[in-house]
């Protein structure tokens, strides 16, 4: 979205638009309220107006009050607060829709809890597969779910469930069997068959063995991608959200961000990562530049181009500089030779791509900083910002390279704590040293590097007050007290404020039009029932958001509040 150039004066009572006379009344005006800007010269200010999508004015009650005119909308905030819209530098809105459609298994927390649900899918589904996902790895002994199980769950038809960190996969037997799986099929590149002691598939597959049961799935239609999207969107707005970045998008996908762009029913802002075929590697950049040309728009922007450079540590496909205690020898495998990420980001980066990688393991973030680091003295930073996404284990001697590189930190705070995945797979693999340097995020923020923050929803919630709890404490967000996981990577407020507003608008190439809340910049903005400053930090995650505006558009109200 464009929009002309306007300059900005001081005026008694907050800064305005510059302009002949008395200004234009504004269609929109916030007022009474404790508003936080996010903008260092102006923290603070009680009233805010809106007009033609842009906010105009920031400042005091009486100094709003020349913008008010017969036909212009009062929001009466009666002390609540108002902040920019929240950016989420890292989720899955389409597939996470999708999956609230089918099994959805994303909120079962017990063993009982998940078997009972996909019994349940079992006898409400109708379709020739059951499919869904959400089911987490801690629920079964190495994360290994068996697919005897499932047989006793699922035994009329195949089945085949992701987990919640989208890089395992459920299967029964009828799966395995309708994809020829068996216990002489090797284990893909980059992908492994779980198998049990005679050798036979266990019934979990990780990474690319899942696409050996996922292509016998049956195909999605456009409208089914529409409609995740839809219910990805409305549960974006209902949590503040009003930039997003798709984490992985294939065509389908990104057609229907487009389609709904078009239809005026996008309800936030996209920067959509287009999935990178790695096998074919350079040679698939024309393709992707082919989508970014047909899928763009007023909302959408397919500018960015993801790569998988590792797995997860939880399945021990993470790439790891330092091999996991409970495989000697063994240090997971990168998806992608250093040396083709590094052609791969040069001609990317030489497209005009932003190169958002997923990297958990710390030899696949040292691999994509050389890459950057690379192709920074190719055009002295020239190119677009990019994205390492996820950082969940950084060697100390790369966390400055974020800052001296530009490249941008986007974090997942809501898995900066103990839970069941830490606990039981994560440091056992790893061992108290390495574990200290689980989610440094504020070792990184000390460095001075941009530093975003996104959900990876449906892995976990996209509610981003509930992570900037997290960030805050590190501890589980339904507990009010207890000691902090590796307390030193705790920040503030102020900063992960910072990181889901003016953090994610640098991630986004967006920080002129976005992110805060100034005076030219798009009116994208959310009201909280309660002063996050005022909240005891134990309660954050439970603040209700009670609007949320995009462009000056409203896109979510929480039924029960009224402004006038």
Known sequence: MTTPVRSVVAVAGGVLLAGCGAPTPAELVFQHGAVYTVDSTQPWAEAVAVHDGRIVFVGSDTGVARWIGAATRIVDLQGHMLLPGFHDTHVHPVTGGIELGECDLNEMTTRAALVAA????????????????????????????????????????????????????????????????????????????????????????RETAMGLVAARLPPRTDAEYLDGLRRGLARAAQYGITTLHEASASEAIVRAYHAADTSGALTARAIVSLRVDLPKGTADIPRLAELRARYGGRLVRPVAAKIFADGVIEGQTAALLEAYLDRPGYRGELNVHPDTLM?????????????????????AIRVA?????????????????????????????????????????????????????????????????????????????????????????????????????????????????????????????????????????????????????????????????????????????????????????????????RDE
């Open 118 to 205: 996909v019994r349940a899918c079992a006898g409400r589904l109708t379709g020739p597969w059951v499919r869904g996902g959400g089911w987490q790895l801690p629920l079964f002994p190495g994360g290994n779910a068996s697919r005897h199980l499932l047989d006793s769950l699922v035994p009329d038809r195949p089945a085949y469930l992701s987990s919640a960190d989208g890089h395992s996969a459920w299967v029964n037997s009828r799966a395995l069997a309708a994809a020829g799986i068996d216990p002489t099929t090797p284990d893909p590149e980059n992908g492994r068959i779980i198998r049990d002691a005679s050798g036979a598939p266990s019934g979990t597959l």
């Open 343 to 363: 052609a791969l980001v040069h001609a990317l980066d030489s497209a005009g791509f932003k190169v958002h990688v997923h990297a958990i393991g710390d030899r």
């Open 369 to 561: 900083l050389d890459a950057f680091a690379r192709q920074r003295e190719r055009d002295d930073g020239r190119g677009p910002r990019h994205i390492l996404a996820h950082i969940q284990l950084i060697d100390p001697a790369d966390i400055p390279r974020f800052a001296a590189l530009g490249v941008v930190a986007s974090f997942q705070p809501l898995w900066a704590y103990a839970d069941t995945y830490i606990r039981d797979l994560t440091e056992p693999r790893l061992g108290p040293a390495r574990s200290r340097w689980l989610y440094p995020i504020g070792s990184v923020v000390r460095t001075g590097a941009i530093v975003a923050a996104g959900s990876d929803w449906s892995v976990t919630s996209m509610n981003p007050l509930r992570a900037m709890q997290v960030a805050i404490t590190r501890r589980d967000p339904d507990l009010t007290d207890g000691p902090a996981w590796i307390p030193d990577e705790r920040v503030d407020l102020t900063t992960i404020l910072r990181a889901y507003t003016l953090g994610g608008a640098y991630a986004a190439d967006a920080e002129a039009t976005s992110g805060s809340i100034e005076v030219g910049k798009a009116a994208d903005l959310v009201v909280l029932e309660r002063n996050l400053f005022e909240v005891p930090v134990a309660e954050l995650h439970a603040v209700r958001v009670l609007l949320t505006v995009l462009a000056g558009w409203e896109v979510y109200r929480d039924p029960g509040w």
